[in-house]
Each structure stands twice: as structure tokens, then as C-alpha cells.
């Protein structure tokens, strides 16, 4: 049982070593919650009055990520339109961190 518990132990380490060894660009890659702030200044660019803009809580909106760093983020946020009234908007917004740059770009969207 001793025996058992040190494999375990010894695994649990590496596992921690080889998660500080990822690099920040990969740490980026991995990361939701970048991806999620992306998609919401590409979506504030097109918005009539920004600064109103109430946006949906991270955690509740849908986040689809692929390997390559890619992710698709669908939420909603709720704006000023021209006219001063409170409009929901849905959106969709792909985005993919591009390792070598360390940056996010704007793959496509819909607004």
C-alpha cells in the first residue's frame, strides 16, 4: 500500500512539474477566459454606444474550443441602440490564439 501511495505521490509531481513548464503562449492557448475577452472587444467594436454594453457572465455563455487553439464563443450582450432603448444582441465569434505572434485574432462572427 506504501508502495502505492509513493507511485501516486511521484505521479502528482510530475504532473505539476510538467504544467510549469508550459510555456505562456500555451498556458494562452488553453485559455477560455482569453478567448472570451477577445470575442467581447471584437463584439464592443461594432456596438452603437459600448460604453452601456452589459455583457453576458463568462460562465454562462458557450465556449467551444478545438485543438489548434480555436475556440467559438456564442453569447449575448445588451446595448443602447441609436434610438437610446436597451436591445439584447446574440453573437458568435470565432477566435484562435496564433502562437507564434502571441496574439488573438478574429476568424469570423456574427453580430
Sequence with gaps: MKGFLWL??????VAVVA????????????SEAQAYEHATEYVELHLKSPATAEWQDRKD?????ED?????????VDSE?????MIRST???????????SEWVTLDSSL
Aim: one cysteine or more; aromatic letters at 10%.
Design 19 to 30: 504544467q510549469g513548464m508550459e510555456s505562456p503562449q500555451e498556458r494562452a492557448c488553453r
Design 81 to 85: 441602440n441609436g434610438f437610446g432603448a
Design 61 to 65: 455563455a458557450l465556449i467551444f474550443s
Design 91 to 101: 453573437y458568435r465569434v470565432d477566435v484562435q490564439y496564433i502562437m507564434d505572434d
Design 8 to 13: 501516486m505521490g511521484g505521479i502528482a509531481a
Design 68 to 76: 489548434d487553439c480555436t475556440y467559438t464563443i456564442t453569447a449575448h
